[in-house]
């Protein structure tokens, strides 16, 4: 699923026209980002929970050239999804 149709499927649902949705979805991720900025921690119960996560300073090495490469550090974000979403795809495997 796309922008585009993901503001289509909330319109729908929800009985927004497609300008609001969008919108609406242009403001979550404003907020969304500007949480994540400062360092906050998003959890949405039953989704999961956004976190930034700095990762330190490192020395890697280059498996062709054996060049050892000083890797600065950096923020990342990371998702961790909920165990309720965790057992709904385990409920819904291919196994199955």
Do not use: C, W
């Amino acid at each position: 699923m796309n922008h585009k149709e993901f503001i289509g499927e909330l319109s729908r649902r929800l009985g927004y026209t497609n300008k609001d949705a969008a919108r609406l979805v242009a403001s979550l991720v404003d907020i969304m980002g500007e949480e994540l900025l400062e360092g906050k921690t998003l959890t949405f119960q039953g989704f999961g929970t956004f976190e930034v996560k700095k990762r330190l300073e490192r020395i890697s090495v280059n498996p062709v050239t054996k060049q050892r490469l000083l890797v600065p550090p950096k923020l990342t974000l990371n998702y961790k999804p909920s165990p309720l979403l965790k057992e709904k795809f385990k409920k819904n495997s291919f196994d199955e």
